[in-house]
């Protein structure tokens, strides 16, 4: 059975005054406490003990496979994920996967499956000590063939990346760590990056058959992105360039980590002859979570799904154009999540399938699961589904076939 049967959370027990922090640090501090980990506490322990908590709440339930995500690891060796399952003693034909002692790195959310040769590219970043971001390639089979350093300045949040057939583009952008935030943060979920208006904005360019060559760096306008909708590269008419469809911030977290501004749909496309980027804006509208037909990844997609303000947005990325799906309505209230999308069985084709995406009632507090055929977007859903409890809103997710 996939899905999830239950959640759980766990905080260290002691706690320090956030008086005391700005006492110490000269700044930040706040109201209240801090929790902090004792001497024999860490990413691991504390991961076992949440990891306990949801599996009491469930009992006779085992999980099929432990997937262990940590910003701060425990092992350097990154074999985090089978000691948790060895401290929860779960059955040994539950999936622990740690590339066999061989990812010493962080990893990404959002790694990307090439669809013509099955790899998994992916890239590390959070180190406050050089090198700050690592890029990685796995093959179809899973063994880890390439890790290399991405020279950057500074530890920047590097949150997404673009995969071409050809290519493979890093963001590297003026929102870096800041050690002082770190320490005596504002507020209780401050998060240690702040905009920094001297650093340079730029895209790296990695060839994929050439993946220890130098990385060239193109200059674009200052801004943030989270997400990448898609990438592809031109080759038509005689053209060397790639092609980038992004949700672009203006600025991010100048003086504190709350949002404050929306993300708009914006395209780059990268001139390797020329070395310029052309940069230009596709819609206002304010968006977050983009999705395409993940079968597409680092082609030429014709469509992506976006979540706007109570509604759906699907993209035309080849006529620049959208149409969208509310959930405003009477029988449909409610904010959607990111939508994913589930092919038919035989069917190549982007409209021939499913746009599924958890939509949550504040008034109710619960959550449904939203099923949009993909060739009918505006229309009614063809099925609307009460989740037993809440689904947390705005978490990730994917659709895996039986």
Avoid at 12 to 38: C, E, H, N, Q, W
Avoid at 52 to 63: K, T
Avoid at 135 to 145: K, N, S
């Amino acid at each position: 059975m996939r899905g999830i049967l239950s959640a759980a959370g766990y905080v260290p027990y002691r706690r320090l005054a956030r008086a005391d922090i700005k006492d110490f640090m000269g700044s930040g501090g706040g109201k209240g406490t801090r929790a902090v980990a004792s001497h024999d506490e860490d990413t691991t322990t504390l991961g076992v003990e949440a990891a306990r908590l949801a599996m009491r709440s469930v009992p006779g339930h085992s999980p099929e496979s432990l997937w262990f995500a940590t910003s701060v690891p425990a092992y350097l060796d990154k074999t985090n994920a089978t000691a948790v399952a060895a401290a929860l003693r779960l059955p040994g034909d539950v999936g622990a996967y740690d590339f066999g002692g061989m990812l010493t790195d962080s990893m990404t959310a959002h790694p990307k499956i090439c669809p013509n040769t099955g790899e998994l590219h992916f890239f590390g970043a959070g180190n406050i000590f050089e090198p700050h971001v690592s890029y990685h390639r796995a093959d179809a089979d899973g063994r880890l063939t390439i890790s290399r350093p991405i020279d950057v300045p500074a530890l920047t949040l590097m949150h997404d990346f673009a995969l071409t057939a050809e290519h493979v583009v890093f963001l590297d952008l003026p929102l870096l760590f800041d050690l002082r935030v770190a320490l005596g943060g504002s507020f209780e979920r401050d998060l240690p990056y702040r905009w920094d208006d001297q650093y340079r904005a730029r895209l790296g360019v990695l060839r994929r058959d050439d993946p220890y060559g130098q990385l060239r760096w193109f200059d674009i306008d200052p801004c943030f992105v989270f997400h990448v909708v898609n990438a592809h590269d031109v080759t038509a008419r005689g053209e060397n360039a790639i092609a980038l469809e992004v949700l672009r911030y203006d600025e991010m977290w100048r003086h504190n980590s709350e949002f404050g501004t929306d993300a708009a749909l914006w395209r780059w496309t990268i001139n390797l002859d020329t070395g310029v980027v052309e940069e230009s804006q596709l819609d206002d509208r304010g968006v977050e979570f983009p999705r395409i037909d993940d079968r597409l990844a680092g082609t030429s997609a014709r469509y992506s799904v976006a979540v706007g303000s109570d509604a759906l947005i699907r993209y035309d990325l080849q006529r620049d154009t959208a149409v969208e799906h509310r959930f405003d309505s009477a029988g449909e209230a409610g904010a959607p999540g990111e939508a994913v999308f589930a092919p038919a069985i035989g069917r190549p084709d982007e409209l021939a399938g499913w746009y599924l995406t958890y939509v949550y009632n504040s008034v109710t507090d619960s959550s449904d699961l939203v099923v949009i055929d993909a060739s009918d977007f505006e229309g009614e859903p063809v099925a609307r589904i009460r989740m037993p409890r809440r689904v947390p809103h705005g978490f990730h997710g994917n659709w895996i076939a039986d």
